[in-house]
């Protein structure tokens, strides 16, 4: 089982150390100090109610009521202490697993949008469903992490706390106990171990595969409707449902076979302690109750020795949820190490200059454009044309930072002064206001602005059509693509950048609609990069740069491109 060895543990305390060694330490260890804390009261009271329970067997088998009653008082008083000690335990766990939690998702999240890596991750198809890692798989990971400490902690303290007892009633079993714990771990983890692991860790991918299925025809549902793609589709999720399911057969099986072996092996407890104790019974050198006593005491003991066989299923889907996770947080590190091979190289400054550029795909396997050396003159305009899949909108990844691979220079303002308007419109979760500002949702903008800026992109009805610009609605579902497209101008138009890098954003615009948008791009003065297949474009540009399918390029001017 070789994700719950030693290079499990690794994977763990990679995950773990930050949180219990970082700036919200002294939190969690004071939380878990008193979680511990709570446990060692509560087991110490479960010692006083076993005993209590066999005292009541042998005061009623020795009809001493005086006995009975006394120990009746005993077990109320020690249980009105025992249950809110249980509960305020359980309470300190959860919240002590909520706030993990809460820190983990925070540095993943952060780790996440941290210099795009949530952009590299397309690339990287063997790290699947990074959103499912950060929702369940952190969830999983500080739940059961805690739930496994505190199991291993509440053991130790059962095995010192009722062996003691144990051993007081009968040495050969304790010395049985062992051995027989010992021999269950051994047999379940060889047998079991490898396999149960290898077939969850399969069943978290294939879940999250088939759960992504789902979302994306809702996020295309339009698309698939005009195709009449329903039978497609449809087969496509029984297809990963279907893998769901082939993989949950196989898991069944092998928790078939784990079930019948723990279920006889976890008999045993109940019926030894009384062959064992019987004998001095009938001798009368032992009272009756020492049965009940020393059956709870021995199943406590038992099943905390036996902890990894009782929770080995669960230990398994751990196991496969920490791989998960290591895996996606060794890519979040590792993912700004130097490449050796060569790389395009960028640097700031308060111009547009590309010198000497050859781009290729990120995986290098095709050169799209050779030694492109040109200069975007401030506050005009550079169209870039060419056949489909000749470089177009790769050079605008390149400027943007998003691809470096190939080699020359880029030299470029500071991407705060940048802004990109790419081929398919975002609209963000949240009001018609935080559709206008993004990316800077912070700017303090009145109404009456945001509504004249709307009527400069022809989107004049917008905010009454949807009660105001506190609105919210599912953005991408109820404007249509020219709508959106003019709604992202009027983001350019609020932000007033510098510069802006425009990726066919006007492609379902009508020409007049598109003359509009340009006229009010050049009166105010930003510096614009259009990428498009239109002639109609060419009138708004001072420059047009021509990529050709063999990797070369030509820079026109806008008469030698034909209406």
């Not at 039978?231 to 990963?240: D, I």
Request: proline residues 3%.
């Amino acid at each position: 089982m070789d994700r719950l060895n030693l290079s499990g543990f690794r994977q763990f305390w990679t995950i773990a150390k930050p949180y219990w060694q970082g700036n919200e330490k002294w939190q969690a260890r004071g939380l878990l100090l008193s979680v511990v804390l709570f446990l060692l009261a509560y087991t110490g009271l479960s010692v006083i109610l076993n005993n209590k329970r066999g005292v009541l067997i042998s005061a009623l088998s020795a009809r001493d009521e005086s006995r009975f009653w006394q120990t009746v008082f005993v077990f109320i008083a020690v249980l009105v202490i025992y249950a809110p000690l249980l509960a305020g335990y359980r309470y300190l766990r959860d919240r002590l697993s909520l706030q993990w939690r809460r820190w983990l998702t925070t540095r993943f999240v952060d780790s996440y949008f941290n210099d795009r890596a949530y952009y590299e991750l397309t690339a990287k198809p063997e790290i699947d469903n990074p959103d499912q890692r950060i929702a369940e798989d952190v969830r999983s990971f500080t739940q059961e992490s805690l739930a496994f400490l505190l199991v291993l902690v509440e053991s130790v303290l059962s095995v010192i706390a009722f062996s003691g007892v144990l051993w007081g009633i009968s040495k050969p079993l304790v010395i049985f106990l062992v051995l027989y714990a010992l021999a269950g771990t051994l047999v379940t983890t060889v047998v079991f171990g490898k396999p149960l692991v290898r077939l969850n860790f399969e069943q978290l991918k294939k879940e999250a595969d088939f759960r992504f299925s789902l979302v994306r025809i809702r996020e295309n549902a339009e698309a698939i409707a005009f195709y009449r793609g329903e039978e497609q589709e449809s087969n496509q999720v029984k297809a990963r449902f279907l893998e769901v399911f082939e993989n949950v057969k196989r898991l069944l099986i092998w928790e078939l076979n784990l079930n019948v072996l723990t279920n006889a092996y976890e008999f045993i407890p109940f019926i030894l302690p009384a062959l064992v104790v019987a004998p001095a019974i009938f001798a009368g050198e032992m009272e009756v109750g020492k049965v009940t006593e020393a059956q709870g005491a021995f199943v406590r003991v038992f099943f905390s020795l036996n902890v990894v066989v009782a929770r080995f299923q669960a230990l398994t889907t751990f196991g496969a949820g920490i791989n998960r996770l290591s895996s996606f947080a060794e890519f979040l590190e590792q993912k700004d190490a130097v490449d050796e091979q060569a790389i395009i190289q960028t640097t700031e400054d308060d111009r547009i200059t590309i010198e000497h550029l050859t781009l290729q795909t990120p995986n290098r396997q095709r050169t799209l454009v050779e030694n492109l050396s040109i200069e975007l003159p401030k506050q005009q305009g550079l169209l870039v044309m060419g056949a489909s899949g000749c470089g177009k909108s790769s050079l605008l990844r390149a400027i943007a930072g998003l691809w470096n691979a190939g080699t020359g220079t880029i030299v470029r303002p500071n991407l705060n002064q940048v802004l990109f308007l790419p081929q398919r419109p975002y609209m963000v979760l949240g009001t018609l206001r935080d559709q206008l500002l993004y990316p800077n949702s912070d700017l303090e903008i009145e109404d009456a602005q945001l509504q004249q800026i709307l009527e400069q992109v022809n989107l004049a009805d917008l905010a009454d059509r949807f009660g105001g610009f506190g609105a919210k609605q599912e953005w991408s579902d109820v404007l249509s693509l020219g709508e959106q497209q003019r709604l992202t101008f009027a983001r350019l138009l609020l932000n007033k950048p510098d510069y802006a890098i425009l990726d066919e954003a006007t492609s379902a615009l009508d020409q007049a609609n598109e003359e509009r948008l340009y006229e009010h791009l050049e009166r105010v003065g930003t510096t614009f990069l259009s990428v498009g297949h239109r002639s109609t474009l060419a009138k708004y540009h001072q420059a047009i740069l021509e990529f050709s399918q063999d990797k070369t390029w030509k820079l026109k001017h806008p008469q030698e491109v034909s209406n």
